[in-house]
């Protein structure tokens, strides 16, 4: 209750985009505080058309008029449909996350130690704060492939704060001889987000413009969905990529992808079977996903199967990337395609066991999104489930923003 017995509302309404590699998803989301999972008013998702490309540039290309002509839809379709569903509602944030390969986190941990106690400032948090962004701008102007993309900071975020080995929230005043502080950068490709920009201050002026990298809404998902899961590899496989991130005792440490998704290996079963990209996509959604092999001659079969093995090997390297001396995490959250995760659930494994010698622990994070805040809720009313999982992931993090994430959105 908030002064002179006026209620604080539980609703708000926002506008949430989800840029892929190959698609953009433009979606209404209503959110009340008191429900477990949100209600989308609204979505689309434009795709890039599926077709052989001979460069990441064009497919960059396709993207920006998929994120044009979604925004058209949106400002009309979309605003049309809320209204009806609530003629009283108002807008009041656009978030926007972005995939890889558009967009690039980064993140640092800086430490601090001394033989005596000292005591934790707000001078020394801010000192160990420049420090921490300084190193994280050495590095992505030391990436010459970052640097190329031409590249603008989109959000910044604290990701831990420890004091004496211990995690803490509010440090100041505390005495320690140990400190240290995580802290994340998210860039993404300039004129995506001048492009962002733009749609928002012609549309949805009135509303808080929040930009971020989709790994992030991943990670906090994963938090949610895994609370008592501290050393976990996310995995995001999108159309025209595939992005992992290292979290080591609850923080995300380390980012990188490879330019190769499910679009990418669609064009090479097409190309070796002979059928239509659309139908090999059907192929890779499918709950029998190498059922369509039965039918192939010895030796395009073989062909199909060196396909699979050279992304198992591209996931495999990746994961040998871990920022640090260990090995990636035996958890994994797996974030595609709902359809598409049997595929995918059976070569991320069989990656992960190269680096693992052993078997992973693999959370399909989008079917457990469905089992844990939706199933519960249609077991009693009608609302059907989207099954559009990036919309899943994206629409809970505008639900329910993790609380001890401070963002500073740019």
Not at 175 to 202: G, P, T
Not at 325 to 344: A, G, R, V, W
């Amino acid at each position: 209750m908030s002064f002179f017995g006026l209620k604080i509302s539980s609703d708000r309404y926002g506008v949430v985009i989800d840029i892929g590699s190959g698609s953009v998803l433009a979606s209404i989301v209503h959110s009340n505080s008191k429900l477990a999972n949100p209600t989308i008013v609204w979505s689309h998702r434009e795709h890039a058309p599926l077709r052989n490309i001979d460069s990441l540039e064009q497919s960059s290309k396709a993207v920006l008029t998929s994120l044009v002509n979604v925004s058209m839809m949106l400002d009309a379709e979309g605003r049309k449909v809320l209204y009806d569903y609530d003629s009283s509602a108002k807008l009041t944030e656009l978030q926007c996350a972005i995939s890889a390969p558009w967009s690039y986190t980064v993140t640092k941990t800086i430490n601090y130690n001394q033989e005596n106690d000292f005591t934790i400032t707000e001078n020394l948090m801010g000192d160990l704060m420049i420090a921490v962004q300084e190193k994280i701008t050495h590095e992505l102007n030391e990436n010459e492939e970052v640097n190329n993309l031409g590249l603008e900071v989109i959000v910044q975020s604290t990701m831990e704060i420890l004091s004496n080995g211990y995690r803490v929230k509010n440090p100041e005043g505390e005495r320690a001889k140990q400190f240290s502080l995580s802290y994340a950068s998210a860039v993404a490709q300039k004129y995506l987000v001048n492009a962002i920009d733009e749609m928002w201050s012609k549309l949805f002026v009135g509303t808080i413009n929040k930009k971020l990298s989709f790994i992030m809404v991943l990670y906090n998902i994963t938090r949610e969905i895994l609370p008592n899961s501290y050393d976990v590899c996310l995995v995001d496989i999108t159309y025209e990529a595939t992005e992992i991130g290292i979290v080591r005792d609850g923080s995300l440490q380390y980012c990188t992808h490879t330019p190769f998704g499910i679009f990418s290996l669609t064009r090479e079963i097409s190309a070796i079977t002979g059928v239509p990209l659309h139908e090999a996509f059907g192929y890779l959604h499918s709950d029998t996903p190498y059922s369509f092999m039965k039918a192939l001659t010895e030796s395009k079969k073989m062909e199909v199967e060196k396909v699979f093995d050279a992304y198992i090997e591209k996931v495999s390297n990746l994961f040998h990337e871990t920022g640090d001396d260990l090995s990636i995490p035996k958890k994994i959250s797996l974030h595609t395609d709902l359809n598409s995760e049997p595929i995918f659930l059976d070569l991320i494994e069989k990656a992960a066991k190269r680096n693992l010698k052993t078997n992973p622990l693999i959370t399909p994070i989008s079917r457990e999104i469905v089992r844990k805040f939706y199933a519960p809720t249609t077991n009693t009313s009608p609302i059907n489930i989207p099954t559009d999982t990036a919309l899943l992931l994206s629409a809970q993090f505008f639900h329910k923003p993790n609380p001890e994430q401070t963002y500073e959105y740019k």
